[in-house]
């Protein structure tokens, strides 16, 4: 069940009250008796923090998601297809001369 914060308008009277969403809302001060007893809102109770969830991180048996893959950015390319080689390609052999 939800806690929800009211005060007077009157007298400022401040109660927080544990109430099921089906229960009217209390308009009455407990401590006055005007009819000037309003709902507040208020701030939620937990805040979330971190990276959050994501539907991959229970994919590879508990390991780490690829970060080149997981950062949304870069058009689809994997970090492979987008970084240069870090060595050259190995240049063709030539072919022996003919004696002819």
């Known amino acids: 069940m939800p806690i929800y914060a009211y005060r007077c308008s009157t007298c400022g009277h401040a109660q ?3 109430q099921k969403l089906s229960d009217p809302i209390l308009t009455d001060c407990p401590e006055c008796g005007k009819a000037t007893y309003v709902k507040q809102v208020t701030a939620a109770g937990f805040q979330l923090k971190g990276t959050g969830w994501y539907v991959t991180d229970f994919r590879n048996n ?3 998601p690829n970060p080149a893959t997981s950062s949304g950015e870069g058009g689809g390319q994997t970090a492979a297809a ?3 080689a870090s060595t050259p390609a190995p240049a063709p052999t030539p072919a022996p001369k003919s004696s002819t």
Request: charged residues 10%; negative net charge.
């Open 62 to 64: 508990g390991s780490a």
């Open 82 to 84: 987008s970084a240069p």
């Open 16 to 18: 927080d009250v544990l």
